[in-house]
């Protein structure tokens, strides 16, 4: 053991046995305050460092704050400033349900990668908060919930790494469970077709077009407006139509809106419930990247033109009774759930794959890497992904279609 005390601060290291497994500390006395390392090493490294500092006047002694009382703080500075207000219902509801449950009361010097590493393992056998997107009460933490909890902490450390709360962030170097993404299905063109010609919803059908055209998230597409759509006589004798995406609409909770000052929302729609937590908002894009402009098909552009007409006849006959914001799905948003419902109906009664909405957005991306020979840029462009590799790694595979017809060439060329 070594040790040795100035300024009323005894600094010493030693080895802790836990489990047969050794582990070096070095103790702040003063604060009651422990800092755990992993090796003897690291401990008379950081030891030497400490005494050094004292030397020439510049070491303060750390204060033993909370993990809880840093995310508050965390998220009053840094989310407020970072965070729309759908990615701080995201990140809070992680925060709450997850971080401060568990490790809220820990003391940031008792943080380092060894207790990251042993946290995030632990995690992975808690059970789940049940929400719409799990309803089993047996499940437990998945590693990509995991995985975005560790995202949160490396951003807060290393926020408390600036404020000169603490020298290193833990999180850094800290493995985290490894998260396997599951390949998503999706409709090949002739399904699409086939889902197209079965569809008897004139929503779904232009949900379906554009989503499929102009590569949209069901966001966007419900945020489409009129105004940001080219579909004039002289844009389609040049076969230049076109739409603009610089809104989506979201559900969000209305304790987001007012922590944020209603930041990025554009206007909120009017609740059907009195004691909704929740309302739909038209919000701009998480990111700069999704504000794009897309062109679309002539004869997609005819089905918009087809569409304006019937609403223009609709908000004369109704007045001022109707709802009208402008938006290309009706008066007031139609909501997720109403596209959703009605394309499970088609492939029910279709038997066709059962995927979800977005996966129409996934057949768009491959098809226009087919069709355009592979030009990333151009599709990068039209999906609104903030880098080109997201467009590869996530979208870029080949229909088994077009891998068949690889084995065919090269049977042809090679074995013929």
């Not at 030891?47 to 965390?74: N, R």
């Not at 077709?193 to 077009?209: E, R, S, T």
């Not at 009605?342 to 057949?363: A, W």
């Amino acid at each position: 053991m070594l040790g040795n005390s100035r300024n009323g601060i005894l600094i010493k290291t030693d080895i802790v046995e836990d489990g047969g497994i050794s582990y070096a500390s070095i103790f702040w006395i003063v604060e009651k305050c422990v800092i755990w390392f992993d090796t003897q090493r690291e401990a008379d490294k950081r030891k030497k460092e400490i005494e050094y500092k004292m030397s020439v006047g510049q070491f303060e002694v750390p204060t033993c704050v909370a993990v809880k009382e840093v995310l508050e703080e965390y998220i009053k500075i840094y989310g407020y400033n970072k965070w729309g207000v759908s990615t701080y219902d995201g990140n809070v509801g992680l925060i709450n349900n997850y971080i401060i449950p568990t490790i809220g009361n820990t003391k940031l010097t008792d943080i380092n990668n060894h207790f990251m590493e042993k946290y995030y393992k632990e995690l992975l056998n808690m059970p789940a908060v049940k929400s719409s997107r799990n309803m089993s009460k047996e499940a437990t933490i998945s590693t990509s919930t995991v995985n975005e909890i560790h995202k949160i902490l490396r951003s807060c450390f290393r926020q408390e790494v600036k404020w000169g709360l603490m020298e290193k962030n833990p999180a850094i170097d800290a493995t985290v469970p490894k998260h396997k993404k599951k390949e998503r299905e999706i409709w090949t063109a002739e399904m699409l077709m086939q889902a197209l010609d079965a569809c008897d919803n004139k929503w779904l059908k232009v949900a379906f077009h554009l989503s499929f055209t102009a590569t949209l998230r069901l966001g966007e597409l419900l945020g489409l407006t009129w105004d940001c759509v080219e579909m004039s006589e002289e844009a389609m004798e040049k076969n230049s139509t076109y739409i603009i995406i610089n809104k989506e609409v979201e559900s969000v909770s209305k304790r987001a809106i007012e922590e944020l000052d209603s930041k990025d929302v554009i206007l909120v729609f009017p609740s059907t419930r009195k004691n909704n937590k929740t309302v739909r908002v038209l919000k701009t894009p998480k990111t700069e990247s999704s504000i794009r402009k897309v062109f679309i098909p002539k004869s997609v552009a005819m089905c918009l033109v087809e569409l304006k007409k019937e609403q223009d006849e609709l908000i004369e006959v109704f007045g001022g009774e109707y709802h009208n914001y402008n938006l290309v799905m009706v008066g007031l948003p139609l909501g997720e759930s109403y596209l959703r419902d009605k394309m499970q109906k088609v492939i029910d009664e279709q038997g066709l794959p059962d995927v979800v909405f977005h996966s129409i957005r996934h057949t768009s991306v491959t098809y226009k890497l087919k069709l355009s020979g592979g030009d990333i840029k151009a599709v990068q462009g039209d999906s609104g992904h903030a880098q080109a590799d997201m467009v590869t790694e996530v979208y870029g595979h080949i229909l088994n279609e077009d891998r068949r017809k690889n084995a065919k060439l090269i049977e042809n060329a090679f074995y013929n």
